[in-house]
């Protein structure tokens, strides 16, 4: 496995920038199987790379863009990937456990089989994402910015479709169409409030509230991290 130097590194973005951008010396990088353990790629601009394999344990990706990046198998254990944008990318397989995912854009991200267990995810948009056969025990759930569209992994993140809107939910949280709450407040929501919501929302309501209560109350999401370990790794 290959180990870069900071000068090496910084030619390989130059280039795989270049190429985003269609100019001339550009080259898409690769970086699969490139040994980048504890790495500063800050705010570093991998759209699309190839990084399949790759071992970037602990390495610090601070809102980096990784938008469409191959990383299937790599190894991003203990990474700091805050703020980072993973929109469209392949993480199958992925080892992202004890991560830091705060607020980190995850829309439409590829996550089947891989390991987030321990992981921070506080803020986290997990929209579209497929998260099936993922591990997530003991990752940190809370308050996230989307599961609109979400495939969990039916374990900390269930799923289904019911008629005209997805959900998606946590031991803590439910989505339904655009709306994110508390489960608590789902139950609670009066009808005016829930017709606010959405033109046919409150005729679907009606229908639906009862059986996902009884959906919810038969077949719990588990539960995350315990919210001394989630302050932990939000440091």
Not at 7 to 31: F, P, S
Not at 78 to 105: I, P, Q, V
Not at 197 to 207: D, G, H, K, T
Request: proline share 2%; aromatic share 8%.
């Amino acid at each position: 496995m290959k180990t870069y130097t900071a000068a090496e590194l910084a030619e390989i973005i130059e280039k795989h920038r270049k190429w985003l951008g269609d100019e001339e010396g550009g080259e898409k990088a690769y970086l699969g199987e490139a040994n980048l353990s504890g790495a500063n790629l800050s705010g570093a601009y991998l759209g699309g790379a190839n990084l399949s394999g790759a071992n970037l344990r602990g390495a610090y990706l601070g809102e980096a863009n990784l938008g469409g990046a191959n990383l299937s198998g790599a190894n991003l254990s203990g990474a700091n990937l805050r703020g980072a944008y993973l929109g469209e990318a392949n993480l199958g397989g992925a080892n992202l456990s004890g991560a830091n995912l705060s607020g980190a854009n995850l829309r439409g991200a590829y996550l089947g089989e891989a390991n987030l267990g321990g992981a921070y995810l506080g803020g986290a948009y997990l929209g579209g994402a497929n998260l099936s056969g993922a591990n997530l025990r003991g990752a940190n759930l809370s308050e996230l910015t989307s599961l609109f569209g979400t495939t969990g992994n039916m374990k900390e993140i269930k799923s289904l479709q019911c008629d005209l809107w997805p959900v998606a939910y946590t031991a803590t949280h439910m989505q339904i169409g655009c709306q994110l709450h508390r489960l608590d407040e789902w139950w609670s929501f009066s009808d005016d409030e829930i017709d606010r919501m959405s033109s046919y929302a409150l005729e679907w309501w009606r229908i639906w509230k009862p059986i996902l209560q009884k959906i919810v109350e038969t077949s719990p999401a588990a539960p995350g991290a315990q919210a001394e370990k989630a302050d932990t790794q939000a440091a």
